[in-house]
């Protein structure tokens, strides 16, 4: 289908919601909606941000901004997590809206980036638009974790992680969806904290519905910037993975079923006190993460190779534990 320029009415006849989900995002919350506000232009465009319990002052900046930026709203999101706070803003304000953007407090979007993704998804006729991400670190161990999540080592070749676009896939980063499409499948699934979003895009897919990744905007995130955070992050990844796949009995595919043997692994290795061959497949794994690191050091000349591997180790650790986790039913004592 070839691409069009759509005319100021016909964007502004389009009827959008845009929500931003967050919890303790005191340092990027007002640079976001002032950005995102000088963004709308002749858009008709509802901003929500719909807080899981902030205690760092989220809420307070964004009340003093609800007299200046014009339609927007603060919703109070009791069940604090993501998926609860995208139903909760459809559910009260989506009744008169044709589209949701779903906006991540964390992360940085380029100018046009809403206007870009209404194009797209009129020229398509898509019922969802994804988009890639681009991955920023500041701190040391923030840009060598930017680096993993940037290289096949550490997203193994997603697309949405590794870039590209015009395309129908199955699934990508949410960016924007039909809000009819939406309600068809019932929206996010709330025992999903992570995850929901492939979890939700599964339902799409298998109620007919398309989504267009797009390769003419994208999103910018920030990693987390210590190994603790990291390693809790990726470990409710793993969790999410394994009950999505659970809950619609699929199997992993390739790039997920290689790191699901690294926890088994790591564990193993501990018959090593037995048997020193144990190590072997532990040292196999390290091996290859260390000389993937040094090749992006001598190859692609990025002095953050070595450190990146060892994000990249934390990230798949983490990821194969959540999933053997939740597998097993081996549950955390409160959810995340």
Same mark, same amino acid.
């Given at each position: ?206 109620? @007919?519905?398309?989504? =267009? !990744? ?6 910018? %995130?920030? #990693?987390? $910037? +210590?190994?603790? *955070? ?60 260390? @000389?993937?690191?040094? =090749? !992006? ?6 002095? %953050?190779? #070595?450190? $990146? +591997?060892?994000? *990249? ?24």
């Amino acid at each position: 289908m070839v691409s069009r320029s759509h005319s100021n009415a016909q964007i502004s006849s389009v009827r959008t919601l845009l929500v931003i989900p967050c919890l303790n995002e005191a340092a990027t919350i007002e640079p976001l909606l002032r950005k995102l506000n000088g963004q709308r232009g002749e858009m008709d465009m509802l901003l929500v941000v719909a807080d899981g319990g902030s205690h760092d002052g989220t809420r307070d900046i964004v009340q003093k901004l609800l007299p200046e930026i014009p339609r927007l709203l603060l919703l109070e999101n009791p069940k604090r997590i993501q998926s609860a706070a995208i139903n909760l803003a459809v559910d009260r304000f989506g009744q008169d809206r044709d589209y949701l953007i779903r906006i991540d407090a964390h992360g940085d979007y380029p100018d046009g980036y809403c206007r870009t993704l209404l194009e797209e998804a009129l020229d398509m006729q898509a019922d969802s638009v994804v988009v890639g991400m681009e991955t920023v670190g500041f701190g040391l161990f923030q840009k060598a974790t930017a680096v993993a999540q940037n290289s096949k080592l550490g997203n193994g070749g997603s697309k949405h992680r590794a870039g590209g676009g015009g395309d129908w896939v199955d699934h990508g980063h949410h960016a924007l969806m039909r809000i009819e499409a939406f309600r068809a499948v019932g929206g996010y699934d709330e025992n999903f904290s992570h995850n929901e979003d492939a979890e939700l895009d599964f339902r799409l897919r298998a109620a @007919g519905f398309r989504i =267009w !990744m797009t390769g003419k905007t994208f999103m910018t %995130y920030y #990693p987390r $910037a +210590s190994a603790p *955070a990291l390693f809790r992050q990726y470990l409710a990844y793993g969790r999410g993975r394994a009950k999505n796949l659970i809950k619609h009995r699929s199997i992993p595919r390739l790039r997920q079923a290689i790191p699901l043997a690294v926890a088994p692994v790591v564990v193993g290795a501990f018959l090593a006190l037995l048997h020193w061959w144990a190590a072997v497949p532990l040292a196999i794994w390290a091996a290859a993460c260390l @000389g993937y690191g040094f =090749w !992006m050091a001598v190859g692609q000349k990025n002095p %953050y190779g #070595p450190l $990146a +591997s060892l994000s *990249a180790m934390i990230m798949h650790f983490a990821w194969s534990a959540g999933f053997w986790l939740e597998l097993i039913g081996i549950r955390p004592g409160r959810a995340a």
